[in-house]
Each structure stands twice: as structure tokens, then as C-alpha cells.
């Protein structure tokens, strides 16, 4: 809000502002500005695009967690027509701790959807 009395003064700083501006000289721009320009924007995007990786690194590290425990829980395969004693064995205590760790996960999953919402 102006006041009267400040009128003139208002003006004569809007003056002095635009008398700034018409002697102010812009820098020159170089001869290769574009050419420093363009380096830059793809030197970003290049740095964005590695960034986009480091966040689907976690999910790269699950998949290969994943092939990796798909791989060494195969059937071994029968030498002979009979398997190995210890490679059965030890098929035989994972699959028996895989069972267990899912029956406990389904009974977990039951306790929850048979609680009441809040």
C-alpha cells in the first residue's frame, strides 16, 4: 500500500531501478557455449541414469539372491540309479525346514486375517 507523500519517492526509485537496467551490460557468451552446455545436460543425464540403477539395485540383488538359492536347492541328480546319503540328507532337512517355515508363515497370515480391523 502506498501513501501519498510516498508517491514521488516510489517513482523516482522506479526510475533509478529502470536507469540501472538500461546501462547494465550483459556478459558476452563464448564461442563454444553450447558445445560446454550440451556436455553438461549429458554429463546429467548420464549421472541420473546411474542413479535410476543404484535404486533397482535392490531388486537386481533379489533376483540373483533368488537364482542363486533356485539353484542350490535342485534335485540332485542319481548316480548310478541311487542318490548320494549326505545330498539326501540334507535335501531332506531343508525341504523339512522349508515345510515348517511355511506352516508357521500360514499360521501367521490366518492370525492376522482373523483379527478385527482397528
Same mark, same amino acid.
Not at 533379489?62 to 540332485?76: E, Q
Given at each position: 500500500?502506498?501513501?501519498?507523500?510516498?508517491? %514521488? %519517492?516510489?517513482?523516482?526509485?522506479?526510475?533509478? @531501478?529502470?536507469?540501472?537496467?538500461?546501462?547494465?551490460?550483459?556478459?558476452?557468451i563464448s564461442l563454444d557455449f553450447n558445445r560446454k552446455l550440451y556436455k553438461r545436460v549429458d554429463a546429467f543425464?548420464?549421472?541420473?541414469?546411474?542413479?535410476? @540403477?543404484?535404486?533397482?539395485?535392490?531388486?537386481?540383488? @533379489?533376483?540373483?539372491?533368488?537364482?542363486?538359492?533356485? %539353484?542350490?536347492?535342485?534335485?540332485?541328480?542319481?548316480?548310478?540309479?541311487?542318490?548320494?546319503?549326505?545330498?539326501?540328507?540334507?535335501?531332506?532337512?531343508?525341504? %523339512?525346514?522349508?515345510?515348517?517355515?511355511? @506352516?508357521?508363515?500360514?499360521?501367521?497370515?490366518?492370525?492376522?486375517?482373523?483379527?478385527?480391523?482397528?
Amino acid at each position: 500500500m502506498v501513501v501519498r507523500g510516498d508517491e %514521488s %519517492s516510489s517513482n523516482n526509485k522506479d526510475n533509478a @531501478l529502470w536507469a540501472a537496467l538500461d546501462e547494465w551490460e550483459p556478459e558476452s557468451i563464448s564461442l563454444d557455449f553450447n558445445r560446454k552446455l550440451y556436455k553438461r545436460v549429458d554429463a546429467f543425464e548420464r549421472r541420473r541414469s546411474l542413479l535410476q @540403477l543404484f535404486h533397482a539395485a535392490p531388486v537386481i540383488i @533379489l533376483f540373483a539372491l533368488l537364482i542363486l538359492f533356485n %539353484s542350490s536347492t535342485r534335485p540332485t541328480v542319481p548316480v548310478n540309479g541311487t542318490e548320494n546319503s549326505a545330498a539326501a540328507s540334507s535335501k531332506a532337512e531343508l525341504e %523339512s525346514k522349508a515345510m515348517a517355515e511355511a @506352516l508357521s508363515d500360514l499360521s501367521m497370515i490366518q492370525a492376522l486375517n482373523s483379527t478385527e480391523p482397528l
